[in-house]
T-cell receptor
């Protein structure tokens, strides 16, 4: 089993749609969780951290379920500019901050 | 502007050649990391350093070497022992400590001739 597994995708949605990505992690000792966004041939950039209570940033909502070891990202009112690969990232619970990355889910928003 | 820079953007390696990828940050971060990304795969950790003059192997260190002589700099050498070096190499840095956000440089794309 992979340490971090994401929906295989790709997701192709029209502008204005709501889309949800799921991610599961295997290390129950993990303490920190993130969603990064990566544009084609660019570096990953932090989209948002994920907190136990859930958190929202504009059109983006992240949820964490520690009991099920599950993370989600919801994007409302999709824009063309949301087209990218979304990476689920989990801190391995180690002192040196090792991050484990999912393989990413490709989102394409079309007119 | 604060940030992480990587050079070159593209690098070509001949068989049997060692090449060095540069990574510099002016964020005053203690920790620095090197990752490799292959198409359709997640990032994999090559080496990391939590403090100057100290570094540790990550998950795929074979065929790579690093140094950390200055806080700002963490160069990665891809040696001839790395048999499949073609990949996108990403350097990152963070404040030292568990759970701290890592910030990435723009990456170097290495191709073998």
């Amino acid at each position: 089993r992979k340490e971090v597994e994401q929906d295989p995708g790709p997701f192709n949605v029209p502008e204005g749609a709501t889309v949800a990505f799921n991610c599961t992690y295997s290390n129950s000792a993990s303490q920190s969780f993130f969603w990064y966004r990566q544009d084609c041939r660019k570096e990953p950039k932090l989209l948002m951290s994920v907190y136990s209570s859930g958190n929202e940033d504009g059109r983006f909502t992240a949820q964490l379920n520690r009991a099920s070891q599950y993370i989600s990202l919801l994007i409302r009112d999709s824009k063309l500019s949301d087209s990218a690969t979304y990476l689920c990232v989990v801190n391995g619970g180690t002192s040196y901050g090792k991050l484990t990355f999912g393989q990413g889910t490709i989102l394409t928003v079309h007119p | 502007d604060g940030g992480i820079t990587q050079s070159p953007k593209y690098l070509f390696r001949k068989e049997g050649q060692n090449v060095t990828l540069s990574c510099e940050q002016n964020l005053n971060h203690d920790a620095m990391y090197w990752y490799r990304q292959d198409p359709g795969q997640g990032l994999r950790l090559i080496y990391y350093s939590q403090i100057v003059n100290d570094f540790q192997k990550g998950d795929i260190a074979e065929g790579y070497s690093v140094s950390r002589e200055k806080k700002e700099s963490f160069p990665l050498t891809v040696t001839s022992a790395q048999k499949n070096p073609t990949a996108f190499y990403l350097c990152a840095s963070s404040i030292f400590g568990e759970g701290e956000t890592q910030y990435f440089g723009p990456g170097t794309r290495l191709l073998v001739l």
